[in-house]
């Protein structure tokens, strides 16, 4: 027979006999097998996590993903090596959204490709949903929750919302620790801050527990002072002190966690210093004890990342100046934004439609895409910065 020939006949047959029956067949180029899960099935709760999978490889191997979007919320690591026993290590996000998430990824060793499942459970729904024409939200905050609520009421009207009430505690500055005190000790310390008609009216002298327990909240948040939102020691035993006393006054209510933005590369904030005048080492500690002392906590049922919002803000035509003076929000650009991470938050509603903006503020068709940009990618992404794609004017 001619040698051609019967190169291209074995060619053949090679290409028709599987390259991967079972274990015993190790000795086989481009074996992939299972071991743990066998099925390739990896589960997540909807907490951040970290689970494994172990395999063994005949061949050189690596990890890609089939659908483009899971490395938004799934990271796989190592991304590839040599032959033999290996565990990847898989972590995931947490899942803020309402809907399950999936993402395959494939083995691939020489002409072979395993493929393997991760999914993530959604994320609770508030106990005791409001109703669609309804929410009730109480902020235990400060300026940074003045901030970034003063333009909620009307994108919530905009999405749909018949009925609104928004409320601020407010004290300048004021830590956990601080609030943990008030309202243990009844305090009448705050300003209470509420809009229920489309315009913010102050109460002064109140206490955190008559506000809390003085309506059926839908939700309520609690934040760290600016100047110790990275520093993890400062938010224990505080938020046990603080929820327990919630519980008892509002049954109902679900928690949900503001995270914070870091202060402007230039920022004059006194406690800047603390993250050695750094923004990214600063947002950087922030979304670390947001992790550690927040997603572990079943307590809270979400977490609002204005923190990643504001950060991916400043990396498209804003760029860092979206302060008033170093720490604060700007009015035009850092508010809208952190209220539109908080209506997508606490609604999960489509930015799309949404019109809305200060009447006292002109935004280009840019400006706008870019706030809602940083919004959409801090909900995908809440604790990563996504560099934004939208260009200038």
Not at 48 to 73: C, H, I, M, Q, Y
Not at 299 to 315: C, E, H, W, Y
Not at 321 to 332: E, I, K, N, P, S
Request: proline share 5%; hydrophobic share 40%; aromatic share 10%.
């Amino acid at each position: 027979m001619d040698r051609k020939i019967l190169i291209a006949l074995l060619s053949i047959i090679c290409v028709l006999i599987p390259s991967c029956v079972k274990p015993a067949d190790a000795e086989v180029a481009g074996c992939v097998v299972l071991t743990d899960p066998v099925d390739g099935h990896v589960c997540f709760d909807t907490l951040a996590s970290v689970r494994t999978l172990s395999f063994t490889a005949s061949a050189d191997w690596k990890v890609k993903p089939v659908n483009s979007s899971a490395g938004e919320w799934c990271i796989v690591t190592p991304e590839g090596g040599a032959p033999g026993e290996h565990t990847l290590e898989i972590s995931v996000s947490q899942n803020l959204s309402y809907q399950k998430r999936s993402a395959a990824f494939n083995i691939i060793s020489g002409d072979v490709q395993q493929k393997f499942l991760v999914t993530q459970e959604a994320a609770k729904k508030p106990a005791g949903p409001p109703a669609p024409e309804s929410i009730r939200i109480l902020a235990i905050g400060n300026s940074f929750s003045d901030d970034s609520m003063w333009y909620l009421y009307d994108l919530l009207m905009q999405a749909g919302y018949d009925h609104v009430k928004l409320a601020n505690l407010y004290i300048g500055s004021c830590t956990l620790q601080n609030h943990a005190y008030n309202i243990s000790s009844g305090a009448r310390v705050y300003t209470y801050r509420v809009n229920d008609a489309g315009k913010w009216i102050d109460h002064e002298s109140f206490s955190s527990a008559d506000a809390v327990a003085s309506d059926s909240w839908d939700v309520i948040t609690l934040q760290q002072a600016s100047g110790c939102s990275g520093m993890q020691d400062t938010y224990q035993p505080h938020i046990d002190t603080i929820v327990s006393k919630v519980r008892e006054l509002c049954p109902g209510a679900a928690l949900a966690w503001h995270m914070t933005w870091a202060y402007q590369e230039d920022s004059t904030h006194p406690e800047f210093y603390k993250y050695g005048h750094d923004q990214m080492a600063m947002y950087d500690s922030i979304v670390s004890a947001v992790k550690e002392n927040i997603l572990t906590d079943e307590d809270f049922v979400m977490v609002i990342p204005t923190g990643t919002a504001i950060q991916n803000l400043r990396t498209g035509i804003y760029g860092d100046t979206v302060t008033r003076d170093g720490f604060h929000l700007a009015y035009d650009s850092g508010r809208l934004a952190a209220a539109m991470m908080w209506l997508k938050s606490l609604t999960g509603c489509d930015l799309g439609p949404i019109i809305w903006t200060p009447s006292v503020y002109a935004y280009t068709p840019v400006q706008i895409a870019s706030i809602k940009e940083a919004v959409d990618n801090a909900y995908k992404n809440p604790f990563h910065v996504t560099p934004s794609e939208i260009k200038g004017e």
